[in-house]
Structures are given as C-alpha cells and as structure tokens.
C-alpha cells in the first residue's frame, strides 16, 4: 500500500504542474463572451441576447439548459443561431465610414414560449470552434412588474382628494407588492451632466475617442462627483482615464460602438473598477426600439417618465431610412413637456464640430421631441451632420439607477416647507396577489406633480418596478434661445 501511494503521489503532482504550466502559458482571452447579459438576470420575451467573439467567427448558436428538478434534467432548449449580421452603431463620424459593426444574436420569441418558469444556464457557443460560455439566468415568460391600469398619464385631482390605483402582474408566484409616492419637481434647470467632450478624452479609438465611452463617463461621474450617489469612479481616474478605460471595455473602434457593447462596456466598468454587480447593487436598462411607444422611437411621455423617476440616462439617436448613415450618443440633462405631447429634451452633446483648436468641454443642446419618437436634428444646429430630413429618431436608451440605498433615486428637487415629499399608498391585494387596490391623498398643500412607483417581486427574488406620473402641470413652451 505504501509503496503504490508512492507511486501515485508524484503522478498526481505531475498532472497538477502540467496543469499549472498550461494555465500560466494560455493567457489569451476566450474566444467567447455573452454581451450584456449577467448572472441572475431575469429574461423575457423580447429580450436579446449578444455574444461577443471573434470578427472572423462563423457563427454563434444559443441555448438555454434549464436546471435539474429533482431527479429529472430537462434537455436544453435551442433558442437560435446566427452567422452575423450588421447592426448600426454610434459614431459619430466612425472614420468617415458608415457606422456598422458585425454582431452575433438572436432574440428571445416563441423559443421559450412554454417552457416552465426557473433558473437554468445561458449558453453561447462558437460554431466551428465548439468554444462556450454560460451565466445562470432565470427565464419567466409573465415577468412580475404590476403596470398601473389607473390613474392614466397626467391625471388630475379635479373635484376629488385622491387618486384610485390599480396596478396588476400576470406574474404566477408573485410574494409582494407595493405601491409608493413621490413628490418632484420638474421646474427645474436639470441634470448638470460633466461637460466630457470626446476630441478631447480619453485615446485613439476613431482618430480621438468616441460618443458612447465619452457619455457614459460623464454621467458616471455624474453619479459620483455630483450626486454623491455611488463611488462609480475610481479614485485618481482623470476623465480621460474613464472615457479611455469605458472604451477599451466597450470595444469601440473606428467602426463606432454597439448598443451592445455599451451595455457590456458599462457592466464591466462598474464591477472591475467598483466592484459593483447589477441587479444587486445598481439596476442597468437597454431599451431598444422594441420598447419604444412611438413608432420611430420613444414618446415624450415615456422620457418625462423615465427621467422623472431618476437615475442617468443616456440617448441613442439614429438616421432615419431615408437619410444617410448617423448615430449618436447623448446624456440626458432635462425633460420639459408640452401641452401639446411634445417636450424638449436637453443633452449634453459630447462631440462638439466644427472643433477650432480644440474644444475643451461638450456642449448642452435642445431637441424637440415628437409624438412619434422623431427629434428636430437641424434646428438645433448641432453644426455636423445634415440629414435632407433635418430629423432623427430617439430609439435607444442606457439607463442607470437604484444606486441609492433605497432603490430609488432623483435628481430632481422635491418640495420642501416640511410637507411629506414620499410615502406608501394604503391598499390591499387582491386577484390572489396580483392586483394591488389602493387610493392616493396628496398631503395638505402639496401641489404636485406625484410619481406613484409599483415595486413588485416574485418567489426568486426578482424586483421590478413600474411608473406613473400625475398632477402636472404642462404650457405650450416656446424654442428655448439656441
């Protein structure tokens, strides 16, 4: 016995220092990466799913292995292939070349249709090569946010004290729900975004640095140096640190940055440089043209809502069809909305031309936004690209909030003189859970507008919220100077 575990002790330590000498020598990154997706996402209908390999690859294909029940293992279930395609990105000059980038996904539709709510492995795997990645994910077809069914949008008191709210999910194994208020003030002059300006930060992605990288940043350190919010910066980063660091992350290059890739990008900011995790500490949103209400993009309502409800935001903008090529990326300052449904959205424009030895910060801008989702590009005289149209559409968006300790924050002001500025509203469930009955009584002397928040979270844990504004007060605004 002696004698053969002698034998069996140096064959064991060879096997580990060969392992060990083959792990030291490869230090090629892998072949593939799931994009934007992260461990204990929830998906959903609709959702996308992005791989990130190789430009020269032949191809992705996507599974979902679901996780053992018991003594039963489900088979995996194939959600698609694709052998790329091109999808446009942001620029937005992109080198003087149209802004495309060769991408590898498919989107979640009929694949999981009827497949049992739970956990289970998100796989992408490199046709030809066989490489693979995962991340534990969780697939639920009726998701539990509790979208409001009243009050409507901009509802008024009139002759009553209250608003009556119904909010409903067709979530199955909802645990709770809630609903709470808040007080805003959207008077005010905005967001003061970082001025960042992309000629000028970070290093050589296009012939400087780009759009994407350069906005982010601005409204991370937004976040940090502003708000006080998070520590989403490192400590000693100069801006070009952060923009040049966000874009190595993104992959930008002369071919612009993907929607993707931001998403990506940012995740990986925040958890090398912060150690933040999303869905844990902070809520990431990409929004594509998907959810977009208008049918070129996204409505004034919905940006009134989203800015309303707090957190950075940062603007897609694209080419219509029948213009050339463009794509742009910008940070939210402010929202103003009409009483006509349109609004005026104020940015911070990172890329600022013609450029005169060298701009040293971006620019604020305001855009007129249409009921359609289709922005007034001309007359705001950005002073560079000039669709025949004179338009362009606003159909994507990167969202980061809930940041704050209690899971919702706000720029805005909200009203003072002692008044209660937040609250929960008195109700009760019913429906088996799934609809929550209440009604809202804005304090004495509280003017308004109120945004009431349903937060709502099923039996794995997953949270999701929905909003509604209401008592506002909107004129017919003039164009603001330029």
């Known amino acids: 016995m002696r004698s053969a575990k002698r034998l069996l002790i140096p064959a064991m330590l060879t096997v580990l220092l ?22 204990g996402q929830l998906l959903t209908l609709g959702n996308n799913i992005y791989a990130q390999v190789p430009p020269d690859s032949l191809g992705v294909e996507f599974l979902f292995q679901p996780e053992t029940r018991g003594d039963v293992r489900s088979p995996a279930v194939m959600l698609g292939a694709d052998y790329g395609h ?10 003087g070349r149209t802004c495309e980038k060769r991408v590898f996904s498919v989107q979640l539709d009929k694949q999981l249709k009827h497949q049992p709510e739970g956990w289970g492995q998100l796989v992408a795997r490199e046709i030809g090569t066989g490489e693979e990645t995962s991340v534990r994910v969780y697939w639920d077809e009726t998701p539990p946010i509790a979208n409001f069914l009243t009050p409507q949008f901009n509802e008024q008191l009139g002759g009553n004290t209250k608003f009556h709210i119904v909010t409903h999910t067709f979530d199955e194994d909802i645990v709770s729900m809630k609903v709470t208020w808040k007080a805003v003030d959207l008077t005010g002059g905005g967001r003061q975004i970082p001025q960042f300006e992309q000629h000028n930060l970070g290093y050589d992605f296009a012939g400087h640095a780009a759009c994407v ?11 940090d140096n502003t708000t006080g919010q998070a520590d989403t910066i490192p400590s000693g980063f100069s801006n070009s640190e952060i923009v040049h660091t966000l874009g190595a992350y993104m992959g930008t290059d002369t071919g612009g940055t993907s929607g993707d890739g931001a998403v990506a990008g940012t995740i990986n900011f925040l958890l090398l440089q912060s150690g933040y995790l999303p869905g844990y500490n902070y ?13 070129y993009g996204f409505t004034p309502i919905q940006m009134l809502i989203e800015y309303a409800f707090g957190g950075t935001i940062s603007l897609g903008f694209h080419n219509l ?9 910008l940070a939210l300052s402010n929202v103003v909305y009409n009483a006509d449904g349109t609004a005026w959205i104020v940015v911070m424009d990172p890329n600022v031309e013609p450029n005169p030895g060298g701009v040293t910060q971006g620019q604020y801008r305001w855009f007129k936004l249409h009921t359609n989702g289709k922005i007034d590009w001309t007359d705001a005289n950005p002073g560079y690209y000039s669709p025949a149209s004179g ?19 706000s720029a805005l002001k909200p009203q003072s003189d002692g008044r209660p500025t937040r609250g929960d509203v008195v109700g009760r469930l019913t429906d088996g859970g799934h609809t929550f009955v209440g009604d809202f009584t804005p304090p004495a002397g509280s003017t308004g507008p ?19 504004l209401v008592g506002g007060r909107f004129v017919n605004n003039q164009p603001p100077p330029q």
């Open 86 to 95: 091109m999808e446009p990105t942001f620029g937005p000059d992109c080198d």
């Open 450 to 468: 109120w945004l009431l928040i349903s937060e709502s979270t099923d039996a794995s844990g997953h949270t999701q919220r929905a909003v509604q």
């Open 283 to 295: 809520d990431i949103e990409h929004l594509g043209s998907s959810d977009a209400a208008g049918k």
């Open 391 to 409: 338009q362009v559409k606003l159909d994507e968006l990167l969202i980061l909030r809930s940041f704050s300790s209690n899971g919702i924050f």
């Open 18 to 39: 060969i392992s060990s000498v083959a792990v030291a020598q490869d230090t090629r990154p892998p072949r593939v990466r799931l994009g934007s997706n992260y461990d």
């Open 321 to 329: 069809s029948s213009d050339s090529s463009f794509g742009h990326f």
């Open 213 to 223: 990288p350069t906005t982010v940043g601005a409204n991370l350190k937004w976040l």
